[in-house]
């Protein structure tokens, strides 16, 4: 055999040992594989019968003190029950049906005395007044706020602006149903164009008012300047749109409390609070500043604890703007 033939020869063999090797190699692993995961499923299933079997005993336990409430429940009422039947009827009540039927009236008299009677107010003298102001609503955020509002039982105001969609509009309908305070933002909120001359405020004006009451029945009667009163925006004198207001029977509202959340840099939930209850005790009336948007999403975050820590001052309530609440305005008519 020639020197090449042998070395073919060779080769030939290696390739057919390393062929052999690998089909070994992948008949153990055909055998390993299933084993191994025969193992962990086993052991998966194990623990997962021991968990089954530990909430049965739990089940069983729970159900046996349920069925011992109820039967000492049930042994209460029975002996209750008893006592009011042994009760000696008053001589003068004829029989034991007009006797029940008189205990059923004091009973009656006196859960209708403590459903109805208010509870005591403070004078209005002593009460600090904080107002809840929502600018640029709605939003994707206004269910939530309303929500968060209807938790603690606390009224705020929104200002809106003049949003069509129907998501908006059911946000503007359930503002005025839950006992909110709807105000007017302008209907563009676009400041070139509103403070351009009173005639174009106007025209946005009565726009936002008519499509509200349309939507929502209300005729709006408070509005928020966009940028406030005191807006370096206008180059008009604000005191020529707050006449026209005046002339359409309409007060507007300033703030003299911002959260902070208007801002283009976003504050944390922490900032946004420490902002909004500033110097809160050292006013009578404090109106704070607040945003509905869609970028807004720490104010909903700070909404209840802002909440919470007005609650626990003494002689504080929250309420809605109305035709009784004092306005707050930077740039006064009179001036």
Same mark, same amino acid.
């Given at each position: /055999?020639?020197?090449?033939?042998? $070395?073919?020869?060779?080769?030939?063999?290696?390739?057919?040992?390393?062929?052999?090797? /690998?089909?070994?190699? /992948?008949?153990?692993?055909?055998?390993?594989?299933?084993?191994?995961?025969?193992?962990?499923?086993?052991?998966?299933?194990?623990?997962?019968?021991?968990?089954?079997?530990?909430?049965?005993?739990?089940?069983?336990?729970? $159900?046996?003190?349920? $069925?011992?409430?109820?039967?000492?429940?049930?042994?209460?009422?029975?002996?209750?029950?008893?006592?009011? +039947?042994?009760?000696?009827?008053?001589?003068?009540?004829?029989?034991?049906?007009?006797?029940?039927?008189?205990?059923?009236? +004091?009973?009656?008299?006196?859960?209708?005395?403590?459903?109805?009677?208010?509870?005591?107010?403070?004078?209005?003298?002593?009460? =600090?007044?904080? %107002?809840?102001?929502?600018?640029?609503?709605?939003?994707?955020?206004?269910?939530?706020?309303?929500?968060?509002?209807?938790?603690?039982?606390?009224?705020?105001?929104?200002?809106?602006?003049?949003?069509?969609?129907? +998501?908006?509009?059911?946000?503007?309908?359930?503002?005025?149903?839950?006992?909110?305070?709807?105000?007017?933002?302008? %209907?563009? =909120?676009?400041?070139?164009?509103? %403070?351009?001359?009173?005639?174009?405020?106007?025209?946005?004006?009565?726009?936002?008012?008519?499509?509200?009451?349309?939507?929502?029945?209300?005729?709006?009667?408070? %509005?928020?300047?966009?940028?406030?009163?005191?807006?370096?925006?206008?180059?008009?004198?604000?005191?020529?749109?707050?006449?026209?207001?005046?002339?359409?029977?309409?007060?507007?509202?300033?703030?003299?409390?911002?959260?902070?959340?208007?801002?283009?840099?976003?504050?944390?939930?922490?900032?946004?609070?420490?902002?909004?209850?500033?110097?809160?005790? $050292?006013?009578?009336?404090?109106?704070?500043?607040?945003?509905?948007?869609?970028?807004?999403?720490?104010?909903?975050?700070?909404?209840?604890?802002?909440?919470?820590?007005?609650?626990?001052?003494?002689?504080?309530?929250?309420?809605?703007?109305?035709?009784?609440?004092?306005?707050?305005?930077?740039?006064? /008519?009179?001036?």
């Amino acid at each position: /055999m020639s020197e090449n033939n042998q $070395q073919t020869h060779i080769d030939r063999k290696k390739r057919v040992r390393f062929l052999k090797r /690998m089909i070994i190699m /992948m008949l153990v692993l055909s055998i390993l594989t299933p084993c191994i995961l025969c193992v962990i499923l086993f052991s998966k299933v194990n623990a997962l019968g021991r968990e089954v079997s530990l909430l049965n005993s739990q089940l069983v336990q729970l $159900q046996v003190e349920l $069925q011992t409430q109820a039967a000492q429940l049930s042994a209460s009422y029975e002996v209750h029950e008893k006592d009011e +039947e042994t009760e000696p009827v008053p001589t003068h009540v004829a029989t034991a049906e007009a006797y029940n039927e008189e205990l059923k009236s +004091e009973k009656t008299e006196i859960i209708t005395s403590v459903i109805e009677k208010p509870e005591p107010e403070l004078p209005k003298e002593h009460l =600090h007044k904080v %107002y809840l102001t929502f600018d640029d609503g709605p939003s994707i955020y206004t269910n939530d706020i309303l929500d968060i509002l209807d938790r603690y039982d606390v009224k705020a105001t929104f200002f809106v602006v003049g949003k069509e969609s129907e +998501e908006a509009q059911a946000a503007m309908r359930r503002i005025v149903e839950d006992g909110h305070t709807l105000g007017m933002h302008s %209907y563009s =909120h676009i400041y070139r164009d509103i %403070y351009h001359s009173v005639d174009n405020f106007s025209a946005d004006f009565q726009k936002l008012k008519e499509y509200l009451k349309e939507v929502t029945g209300t005729d709006c009667k408070f %509005y928020r300047f966009p940028g406030g009163s005191s807006n370096d925006v206008t180059e008009l004198d604000i005191r020529v749109f707050g006449e026209y207001l005046e002339s359409q029977g309409v007060t507007y509202f300033d703030w003299n409390a911002a959260s902070g959340d208007g801002r283009t840099s976003l504050l944390s939930v922490d900032e946004l609070t420490a902002n909004s209850l500033k110097g809160l005790t $050292q006013r009578e009336t404090t109106i704070i500043l607040l945003h509905d948007a869609a970028s807004k999403r720490s104010t909903v975050e700070a909404l209840p604890i802002i909440i919470e820590n007005i609650l626990a001052l003494e002689d504080t309530v929250i309420l809605p703007i109305t035709e009784e609440t004092e306005p707050v305005q930077h740039i006064q /008519m009179n001036e």
